[in-house]
């Protein structure tokens, strides 16, 4: 799709999602220039999967946004991740809130992270499983640079977007649980759910971010 077609398409989402949702556009294998005119219909939020991507694009995309790692990332990968991302949704074990701690206390800054919850259980998915969250989230507060702002998650792949409404709703009980346990250094504000498929059903269920690949820039190349 050329950028104009892309710049149209982010407008109309933009026009449709109600105001209170973030949209993140997700990026994985499109081009800087495709990235650049999401950015020019409005979109603020960039996602991307992998470090080194990242570290190629962002410099070709000089408009002021937000990025995001929306995908695993390795602890070997932690300190490129920091030069290039903004923001961690898939924060999901110690090992690695720890490496990144280390790396940001050597510069002081602070990063915005999501916990990752494997909300489907599937055996093959990154993410804390929900029973663990409030451990996890006690333990993440012994690290003053990493700022908990909520959770992210991937639900399995819907047939149907109405299968993916439950995990929707179970997140959204585990994110208003969790804000009310007060938890030193945790603040529930993000919850990052739903995708091109069934973003809907995610705003439905209360989402407060949305991350679109397809819907913006059309099939996967
Ligand atoms: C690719 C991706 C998306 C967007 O997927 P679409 O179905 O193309 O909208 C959202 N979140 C994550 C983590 C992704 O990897």
């Given at each position: 799709?050329?950028?104009?077609?892309?710049?149209?398409?982010?407008?109309?989402?933009?026009?449709?999602?109600?105001?209170?949702?973030?949209?993140?556009?997700?990026?994985?294998?499109?081009?800087?220039?495709?990235?650049?005119?999401?950015?020019?219909?409005?979109?603020?939020?960039?996602?991307?999967?992998?470090?080194?991507?990242?570290?190629?694009?962002?410099?070709?995309?000089?408009?002021?946004?937000?990025?995001?790692?929306?995908?695993?990332?390795?602890?070997?990968?932690?300190?490129?991740?920091?030069?290039?991302?903004?923001?961690?949704?898939?924060?999901?074990?110690?090992?690695?809130?720890?490496?990144?701690?280390?790396?940001?206390?050597?510069?002081?800054?602070?990063?915005?992270?999501?916990?990752?919850?494997?909300?489907?259980?599937?055996?093959?998915?990154?993410?804390?499983?929900?029973e663990q969250l409030p451990d996890f989230l006690r333990e993440l507060s012994r690290f003053p640079?990493?700022?908990?702002?909520?959770?992210?998650?991937?639900?399995?792949?819907?047939?149907?977007?109405?299968?993916?409404?439950?995990?929707?709703?179970?997140?959204?009980?585990?994110?208003?649980?969790?804000?009310?346990?007060?938890?030193?250094?945790?603040?529930?504000?993000?919850?990052?759910?739903?995708?091109?498929?069934?973003?809907?059903?995610?705003?439905?269920?209360?989402?407060?971010?949305?991350?679109?690949?397809?819907?913006?820039?059309?099939?996967?190349?």
């Open positions: 799709m050329g950028p104009e077609e892309i710049k149209r398409r982010c407008e109309e989402v933009l026009r449709k999602v109600p105001e209170h949702v973030t949209i993140l556009a997700a990026t994985k294998g499109r081009a800087s220039e495709e990235v650049r005119a999401a950015i020019a219909a409005g979109i603020a939020h960039i996602g991307e999967n992998y470090v080194q991507e990242a570290l190629s694009k962002r410099p070709k995309v000089p408009d002021p946004a937000t990025w995001h790692m929306i995908g695993r990332l390795q602890r070997n990968k932690a300190r490129k991740a920091l030069e290039v991302f903004d923001w961690v949704q898939t924060l999901d074990s110690l090992r690695l809130a720890e490496r990144l701690e280390r790396l940001l206390s050597q510069g002081g800054e602070e990063l915005p992270v999501l916990v990752e919850v494997n909300i489907g259980r599937e055996p093959q998915k990154a993410g804390v499983m929900p640079h990493l700022r908990v702002k909520g959770l992210m998650a991937i639900p399995p792949v819907p047939e149907d977007p109405e299968d993916s409404r439950p995990y929707f709703r179970e997140m959204r009980r585990l994110f208003e649980a969790l804000s009310r346990e007060g938890i030193p250094g945790v603040r529930m504000e993000v919850l990052s759910m739903g995708m091109s498929a069934d973003w809907e059903v995610a705003v439905d269920e209360g989402a407060t971010m949305i991350r679109l690949g397809t819907l913006l820039f059309g099939p996967r190349p």
